[in-house]
């Protein structure tokens, strides 16, 4: 399983951004994807999941009413959307997939990666 994620950039506090995480490859039936990041000198952190049918989300408590995750499982593809921007949300941003699971929010739940993004907020 291959996933590509893209999207990132530098945007303005206040602004926003939509990532998108394309798989590829031999996948499971009804695999749970999600979102990660990591800053510069800190851990890889937990942002959102969202489940096979798409219906149950789960985000940190730090994007909650900000971000948006989504999926489109026609085109293999899951997206984060990210409105109201903050400084702090500037880090490398990882997608993920976990399969035979019907719950993912933590790094160890995962079992593939991508090659991460990198999203700039400028205050």
């Known amino acids: 399983v291959q996933l590509q994620a893209s999207g990132g950039g530098l945007v303005q506090a206040g602004g926003s951004l939509r990532l998108s995480c394309a798989t590829s490859?031999?996948?499971?039936?009804?695999?749970?994807m999600g979102w990660f990041r990591q800053a510069p000198g800190k851990e890889r952190e937990f942002v959102a999941a969202i489940s096979w049918s798409g219906v149950i989300t789960y985000y940190s408590d730090s994007v909650k009413g900000r971000f948006t995750i989504s999926r489109d499982n026609a085109k293999n593809t899951e997206y984060l959307q990210m409105d109201s921007l903050k400084p702090e949300d500037t880090a490398v941003y990882y997608c993920?997939?976990?399969?035979?699971?019907?719950?993912?929010?933590?790094?160890?739940?995962?079992?593939?990666w991508g090659q991460g993004t990198q999203v700039t907020v400028s205050s």
């Open positions: 490859g031999r996948t499971f039936n009804r695999y749970v």
């Open positions: 993920a997939v976990a399969q035979f699971i019907t719950k993912a929010v933590t790094a160890d739940q995962f079992d593939y």
